[in-house]
């Protein structure tokens, strides 16, 4: 059964628009998008996801049952995101919100916890087991969990048991993909388990913007080191530049990766440094991180990027190649 709700018309979202450029959040959700009995109707479930990697998953789930829109396109930085005037007609629109969880959306969290007073929100992350997340802090765990095919697999039926219970119609379809969704992530797990060993033991270092690949280091054998912490929201600072230098230096790790979704200066503060000392760090390649590719990139779903980065990685690190013996040239 759909849900539509005549109080969110467009119409009236525009009004919500304007006054959430006021500032007046508190008094909208608590006043103005209460939920309305359901009625049904032909028209799919609108649904907001807030990344493009959660939005990639709703569309594996969900097709075209759903209308699908996106928050954050391409290339945006999840950790500083700030809701803007427009965003509100399209929150005010939806009938679900998807989000990652585990904090990704740093500056949305507030927001994404009041309107989940009023409208259905899943954060699919947060229902993964707390064992398998990787802690930063007591009850701060890493949300980069995408990185990890297997564990990102068990996503697919957190969506679709929350899409059945809101349009029981389509369970069944929503409850299939999401099987067939979660065996396909299972198969790249094992295509992209053994892809680093075509690089040397000691080269299997992922020098990156941000902190983004801890999953992605414990899932397919590569040490991860971040300039950036697990949030962009911590500026790196000299020491933190200082320290990678050092590490690149003394271990003469051939390349340094750049981000998507991150400013590429501490990766080129870090090659400078390292230079500066003699030693070469290439630019290893441009890896997706907290953004999936836009059209034309050949990255527009999970799998296309997980595919993508581990490529890049493996020609970056010099998979394949004799291990240098002196300083690679960029
Ligand atoms: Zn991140």
Known sequence: MHRWN????????????GWIGCALWGALWAADVAAAPPAQSATPLRVLATTTVVADLVRQVAGDLVALDCLMGPGVDPHSYKATPRDADRLARAQLVVASGLHLEGKLSELLGRLGRRLPVVAVADALPQDKLLELAPGLYDPHVWFDASLWAGCPAV?????????????????????????????????????????????????????AFRYFGRAYGVEVVGVQGTSTESEAGLNDINR???????????????????????????????????????????????????????????????????????????????????????
């Open 159 to 211: 969506l679709a048991e929350k899409l059945a219970g809101l349009d029981p119609v389509h369970a069944p379809d929503y409850r299939r993909r999401a099987g067939e969704y979660a065996a396909r992530l299972q198969a790249l797990h094992g295509e992209l388990t053994t892809q680093l060993e075509a690089v040397p033991q000691e080269r299997r270092v992922l020098v990156t913007a941000h902190d």
């Open 244 to 330: 990678l230098v050092d590490l690149v230096v003394e271990r003469r790790i051939p390349a340094g990766f750049v981000e998507t979704s991150v400013s590429d200066r501490n990766v080129a503060a870090l090659r400078e440094g390292a230079a500066a000392r003699g030693h070469a760090v290439a630019l290893g390649g441009r890896l997706y991180s907290d953004s999936l590719g836009g059209p034309g990139s050949g990255a527009q779903t999970l799998e296309e990027a997980l595919r993508s980065n581990m490529a890049t990685i493996v020609a970056g690190l010099g998979g394949g190649d004799p291990p240098a013996t002196g300083s690679p040239q960029p």
């Open 6 to 17: 005549p109080r969110r018309s467009p119409a009236r979202a525009g009004w919500l628009a």
